[in-house]
């Protein structure tokens, strides 16, 4: 077996008249989304990353790149499980994911056990393995202004 790890960034600017989806979740009490060319889910975008890292596979934007409207309002969810089942193919398996989303508002702890659950299925993990924490930027920069959000994500992957 041959252990490697891989980290993924993300970050988009708020948007009004779009959902926000965080983790494949949406999330009810946002007065506003993401901008994005898919649904612009920060966090499942990190994580994709970081797999495609840890695999040497590349990143999301060769794999699913904004200009190619195959992938206009794609549910990020699905792309993450195709990226599992890419990774998989090429003999790699994800052990676990340790990701965090940095926000000032809304509050998503309620949303954490939903989130993982999502990821997890996507990655055909038990949720067990899948990390997420939420932190804000104590009004700093881009994030701490409320322009947006970003996600960072850790991954571990195996050779099968």
Same mark, same amino acid.
């Given at each position: 077996?041959?252990?490697?790890?891989?980290?993924?960034?993300?970050?988009?600017?708020?948007?009004?008249?779009?959902?926000?989806?965080?983790?494949?979740?949406?999330?009810?009490e946002?007065?506003?989304?993401?901008?994005g060319?898919?649904?612009?889910?920060?966090?499942?975008? !990190?994580?994709?990353? /970081?797999?495609? =890292? &840890?695999t @040497? #596979?590349?990143?999301?934007g060769?794999?699913?790149?904004? *200009?190619?409207?195959?992938?206009?309002?794609?549910?990020?969810?699905?792309?993450?499980?195709?990226?599992?089942?890419?990774?998989?193919?090429?003999?790699?398996?994800?052990?676990?994911?340790?990701?965090?989303?940095?926000?000032?508002?809304?509050?998503?702890?309620?949303?954490?056990? !939903?989130?993982?659950? /999502?990821?997890a =299925? &996507?990655? @055909? #993990?038990?949720?067990?393995?899948?990390?997420?924490?939420? *932190?804000?930027?104590?009004?700093?920069?881009?994030?701490g202004?409320?322009?947006?959000?970003?996600?960072?994500?850790?991954?571990?992957?195996?050779?099968?």
């Amino acid at each position: 077996m041959s252990a490697r790890s891989g980290l993924g960034y993300d970050s988009h600017r708020f948007a009004d008249g779009r959902k926000l989806i965080l983790g494949g979740v949406e999330i009810a009490e946002a007065e506003r989304g993401l901008t994005g060319h898919s649904d612009a889910d920060v966090l499942a975008h !990190a994580i994709t990353d /970081a797999v495609l =890292g &840890a695999t @040497g #596979l590349g990143d999301i934007g060769r794999h699913f790149p904004d *200009t190619d409207p195959r992938w206009k309002d794609a549910d990020s969810i699905a792309l993450l499980g195709e990226v599992a089942t890419l990774v998989e193919d090429d003999g790699w398996s994800v052990v676990n994911v340790d990701a965090t989303v940095i926000c000032e508002a809304p509050k998503l702890g309620p949303y954490r056990e !939903a989130m993982e659950s /999502a990821l997890a =299925g &996507a990655l @055909g #993990l038990d949720s067990a393995t899948v990390n997420v924490k939420f *932190t804000t930027n104590e009004g700093m920069g881009f994030v701490g202004r409320g322009e947006g959000i970003a996600a960072l994500a850790t991954v571990s992957v195996d050779s099968a």
